[in-house]
């Protein structure tokens, strides 16, 4: 193992979706490539389960806009650190969004999307400046 893996702490995403292929597949994926995962496909839950995660992925266009929007809001209240991402078909929706002070904006990843993409985002969004110069 090489030294930067060993201080790099495992990574623990969250996956929201209502289409329960997108969750299951994602997941797997995820799991897979050595994440830990937690899931659910009811929106009002999310903020429960990104507790200690280093990021929440959501897929919005399953749900109705204004709960995407306080699902999120609630996700990034419970957990100040976790990187928000979000997979839409309509990516702009998010340009005009004012989020609360001192919370991340949200990740956007336009579909489609697979989830190396997906894990590719997280990762180059959560690598430390001083991990990306040691390189591997």
């Known amino acids: 193992m090489s030294p930067v893996q060993s201080r790099t702490p495992r990574l623990h995403v969250a996956v929201v979706s209502k289409n329960p292929e997108t969750l299951d597949g994602l997941e797997t ?15 009002e839950r999310s903020a429960q389960i990104v507790s200690g995660v ?32 979000v997979v839409t078909n309509a990516p702009q929706r998010f340009d005009s969004v004012v989020w609360p002070d001192d919370t991340a904006i949200p990740l956007v990843v336009p579909k489609p999307a697979w989830g190396w993409t997906i894990l590719d985002a997280i990762r180059a969004h959560l690598v430390e400046p001083f991990d990306r110069e040691s390189g591997p």
């Open 29 to 43: 994926y995820l799991q897979r490539a050595g994440v830990m995962t937690s899931s659910t496909r009811q929106l």
């Open 54 to 85: 280093s990021a929440v992925v959501v897929f919005p266009d399953d749900y109705e806009w204004e709960a995407v929007i306080g699902a999120l809001t609630a996700c990034m209240g419970s957990n100040p650190g976790a990187l928000p991402v």
